[in-house]
């Protein structure tokens, strides 16, 4: 199946991207992590980047830092070509990694949080109390003693308290009990209302930043398969109910995410991805009788991307 790119999330390589890759390809050996992905992220969006694990996301996220280098393509965050000016697009992006290690085990949370600000200009001090206190940091503790989900607070103060125009959050919620999930994503929503700001985060839990999103894109096996605007996303990946004739054949290249059917009746429900009316014009040419379409929430449709069969 061809990728499901739209114009709308920034497809096009327009000036209005905070993040944009061009044929971005990361090789471990012969392993390949990312293949030529061409990533789009419009200026003061928050972008959902979802896929399995493996599927690339981290990879992603760390050619965008050059925090490791791209084996081909390219990658530019605000216009500045990451391999080449990695130091610069650090220094404007405040990144949660996946790996739950804050590093300068003998420091403790307070001496990092103090030693970090001398290398950001924009460090609010006010505001990284502020989070400290919320996020209930252990100041006078050792990093080296930290639990994973302390580390994980530490490592969303250090992202946040210098407000950087660019977050890059991977998996920003692992590790943390329900409460804090809850509160780490109050302090972002806020965050974001308190100055404009582009965030890019990987998750596998969708719902929990779906009222954040603006767009999603969904990785598989290192390949970019989809992209585009939330509410197209809800347009474009709906469920069917329809009724089946005796005998009844499905079009081909119909693309069916998930089905389920009644023994009772002769009814199945099918999501489908595809424009509502092409989708209804298909089946009820091959015989069937569309009786309703609906729309998913967004993690549902989200989700039914990444097994996406052709119905034969």
């Known amino acids: 199946m061809s990728p499901i790119i739209s114009e709308r999330a920034g497809a096009g390589a327009g000036a209005d991207c905070a993040v944009s890759t061009h044929g971005l390809t990361k090789r471990y050996d012969r392993d390949v992590a990312l293949d030529s992905v061409d990533l789009r992220v419009p200026d003061c969006a928050v972008y959902i980047l979802l896929g399995a694990n493996g599927a690339g996301k981290s990879t992603a996220l760390k050619l965008l830092m050059n925090l490791e280098p791209a084996s081909g393509g390219t990658a530019r965050v605000f216009g500045l070509d990451a391999a080449q000016h990695g130091p610069e697009v650090r220094a404007q992006t405040g990144y949660v990694p996946e790996r739950h290690d804050a590093g300068y085990t003998w420091m403790t949370c307070g001496q990092l949080l103090r030693h970090a600000s001398v290398y950001y200009p924009a460090w609010d001090h006010a ?25 994980r607070r530490v ?46 985060i990987t998750t596998h839990h969708v719902h929990e930043v779906e009222s954040l999103a603006d767009h999603i894109g969904v990785l598989r096996a290192g390949r970019l398969v989809a992209q585009m605007a939330r509410d197209e996303l809800q347009r474009t990946v709906q469920r069917y109910r329809i009724e089946l004739p005796d005998g009844w054949e499905a079009p081909r290249d119909l693309v069916v995410a998930a089905s389920r059917s009644s023994r009772a009746t002769r009814e199945v429900q099918w999501t489908v991805v595809g424009d509502e009316r092409e989708v209804t014009d298909r089946l009820t040419t091959a015989g069937a009788r569309v009786r309703d379409v609906s729309s998913l929430p967004l993690e549902e449709a989200a989700l039914a991307l990444l097994p996406v069969e052709t119905s034969r």
């Open 127 to 151: 505001y990284a109390a502020r989070l400290s206190d919320a996020l209930e940091l252990k100041l006078e503790r050792k990093l080296g003693r930290l639990s994973k989900g302390d580390t």
């Open 155 to 200: 490592q969303l103060t250090l992202a946040l308290a210098h407000r950087p125009p660019l977050l890059l959050l991977d998996e920003p919620t692992d590790g943390l009990d329900p409460v804090v999930r809850k509160r780490v994503l109050a302090l972002l929503a806020e965050h974001l209302a308190d100055r404009p700001t582009t965030v890019l």
